[in-house]
């Protein structure tokens, strides 16, 4: 029966992963291994699983109706998994998550950690990537997303937090260069700027509207661009200019003083942080509680 789930499970992850190749990389098995896997299970049910060529494999008619009822009994046995998961008090298994790449390691892995120190029986996968990821493809239990979420078939998502951003740059550079008085002056200014999407342009929301939605947008020009908002905030605290940045990120140098808030009068926009899990009919107790403590944890990492 062992042998039979895992020839049916390397099936599934091969038509999903879109190869053998790929699907070997997700279930740490070599190419060969998930081939001979799927041939065994040929075998057994006597019909030819896959078309086969030099490049690629695809389904056959046989195949596309097996997968079909394969995805329905795995479903079923996540369902009873979890079910039987909701009823034990610890959290275990394997927990996948993915998060940004300087927001995941300052704010969502201390978390995670904690947790995994509270529950011996919990595993953490925890993958940074400012790419986002397909969470059922690529079989992830759970993402912490920086944004507005467009409407996604098969996903559950949960705002947990949000992130002010501010205008700042190092006492040195505002001694030498002046302070601005308002965003036109602040635009004449040298400064750092995110050089990848629309994080170039420093954003405001109206004094009197929401925090979350833009009124006023100001584009600066720059010497000086960055996909790293570490490496951006290590140039404003060299003197490069005003920088666009989180409060979480600069907060503490804020406190030391190598950084000092511009134009503080001016409310920060804020983007809003969600947690993002694929919807089950039970949720397993190892993502739940991932998710209670990531919603408990966050908004302390916010304030501004």
């Given at each position: 029966?062992?042998?039979?789930?895992?020839?049916?499970?390397?099936?599934?992850?091969?038509?999903?992963?879109g190869?053998?190749?790929?699907?070997?990389?997700?279930?740490?098995?070599?190419?060969?291994?998930?081939?001979?896997?799927?041939?065994?299970l040929?075998?057994?049910?006597?019909?030819?699983?896959?078309?086969?060529?030099?490049?690629?494999?695809?389904?056959?008619?046989?195949?596309?109706?097996?997968?079909?009822?394969?995805?329905?009994?795995?479903?079923?046995?996540?369902?009873?998994?979890?079910?039987?998961?909701s009823?034990?008090?610890?959290?275990?298994?394997?927990?996948?998550?993915?998060?940004?790449?300087?927001?995941?390691?300052?704010?969502?892995?201390?978390?995670?950690?904690?947790?995994?120190?509270?529950?011996?029986?919990?595993?953490?996968?925890?993958?940074?990537?400012?790419?986002?990821?397909?969470?059922?493809?690529?079989?992830?239990?759970?993402?912490?997303?920086?944004?507005?979420?467009p409407?996604?078939?098969?996903?559950?998502?949960?705002?947990?937090?949000?992130?002010?951003?501010?205008?700042?740059?190092?006492?040195?550079?505002?001694?030498?260069?002046?302070?601005?008085?308002?965003?036109?002056?602040?635009?004449?200014h040298?400064?750092?700027?995110?050089?990848?999407?629309?994080?170039?342009?420093?954003?405001?929301?109206?004094?009197?509207?929401?925090q979350?939605?833009?009124?006023?947008?100001?584009?600066?020009?720059?010497?000086?661009?960055?996909?790293?908002?570490e490496?951006?905030?290590?140039?404003?605290?060299?003197?490069?200019?005003?920088?666009?940045?989180?409060c979480?990120?600069?907060?503490?140098?804020?406190?030391?003083?190598?950084?000092?808030?511009?134009?503080p009068?001016l409310?920060?926009?804020?983007?809003?942080?969600?947690?993002v899990?694929?919807?089950?009919?039970?949720?397993?107790?190892?993502?739940?509680?991932?998710?209670?403590?990531?919603?408990?944890?966050?908004?302390?990492?916010m304030?501004?």
């Open positions: 029966m062992t042998e039979r789930l895992a020839g049916i499970a390397a099936f599934v992850e091969a038509v999903e992963a190869g053998f190749a790929p699907a070997a990389a997700r279930l740490n098995l070599s190419r060969s291994a998930v081939g001979k896997t799927i041939a065994r040929e075998a057994r049910l006597g019909v030819r699983l896959f078309h086969r060529t030099t490049r690629s494999q695809s389904l056959t008619d046989d195949g596309q109706v097996f997968y079909e009822r394969c995805v329905r009994a795995l479903a079923e046995l996540e369902a009873a998994e979890a079910a039987l998961d009823g034990r008090a610890e959290p275990s298994g394997r927990l996948r998550v993915t998060a940004p790449v300087i927001f995941g390691r300052r704010c969502v892995a201390p978390i995670l950690l904690d947790l995994v120190t509270r529950h011996p029986g919990l595993e953490l996968d925890l993958a940074f990537s400012d790419r986002p990821f397909d969470l059922i493809e690529d079989g992830f239990d759970l993402a912490v997303r920086n944004a507005r979420l409407d996604a078939a098969g996903l559950m998502a949960r705002r947990v937090a949000g992130q002010r951003m501010t205008l700042c740059a190092s006492p040195a550079y505002l001694d030498a260069h002046g302070r601005p008085r308002d965003l036109d002056e602040a635009a004449a040298r400064t750092v700027v995110y050089g990848r999407g629309d994080r170039r342009q420093w954003l405001f929301p109206s004094p009197d509207g929401p979350q939605e833009a009124a006023l947008r100001v584009t600066p020009s720059s010497r000086v661009r960055f996909d790293d908002l490496a951006m905030t290590d140039a404003a605290v060299a003197g490069f200019g005003l920088a666009w940045l989180p979480w990120l600069v907060r503490e140098h804020v406190a030391a003083g190598r950084l000092e808030r511009v134009l009068h409310p920060g926009l804020v983007f809003d942080t969600y947690l899990w694929p919807q089950a009919p039970h949720l397993p107790l190892r993502v739940r509680a991932a998710i209670d403590a990531l919603a408990a944890g966050l908004p302390g990492m304030l501004d």
